[in-house]
């Protein structure tokens, strides 16, 4: 039971990959990675870590300096002094103060097309018959 998503490893500051890394449960990585992260687990970068590649996992806690796109299933959660250079993608997103962030982003994107046509509708709708009597009301006085 404990190899399953409960698994949490650690890769401290002095650690450096040149390729990818795959893994499953929960990784705190704080070294420098030069390659693609991939996992179906929660990935958190320490203050000290250094990515060089696109991320793709569950949730990640962004910290330190990613040169590279992230993806995540769940949730994207960008602490204060972090230097992000790339675009992010996710269902949820959080962004403290001090962060530098240069990039795109796509929150929530699977839920984004059909609520947003509904609500322009009702919107669009709303503002015209706003409008319209409106103007009549001036022209007659």
């Given at each position: 039971m ?21 893994f499953?449960?929960?990784l705190?990585?704080?070294?420098k ?5 991939q ?6 970068l320490?203050?000290?870590a250094?990515?060089?590649?696109n ?15 992230i ?8 602490k204060?002094?972090t230097e992000l250079?790339g ?5 949820k997103?959080?962004?403290e ?17 059909p ?18 009597p409106?103007?009549?009301a001036?022209?007659a006085?």
């Amino acid at each position: 039971m404990n190899t399953g998503n409960s698994s949490k490893n650690v890769l401290g500051g002095d650690v450096e990959i040149k390729g990818n890394l795959k893994f499953s449960g929960e990784l705190t990585f704080e070294g420098k990675l030069d390659g693609e992260i991939q996992t179906d687990g929660t990935l958190n970068l320490g203050d000290t870590a250094v990515i060089n590649g696109n991320i793709n996992a569950q949730n990640v806690v962004v910290r330190g300096k990613v040169n590279g796109n992230i993806s995540a299933k769940e949730k994207i959660d960008i602490k204060a002094k972090t230097e992000l250079f790339g675009d992010i993608r996710s269902t949820k997103l959080a962004i403290e103060e001090g962060v530098t962030f240069v990039g795109k982003t796509e929150v929530n994107p699977n839920k984004v097309a059909p609520t947003a046509p509904t609500a322009r509708s009702s919107d669009t709708s709303t503002v015209s018959r706003s409008t319209e009597p409106a103007k009549p009301a001036m022209a007659a006085r």
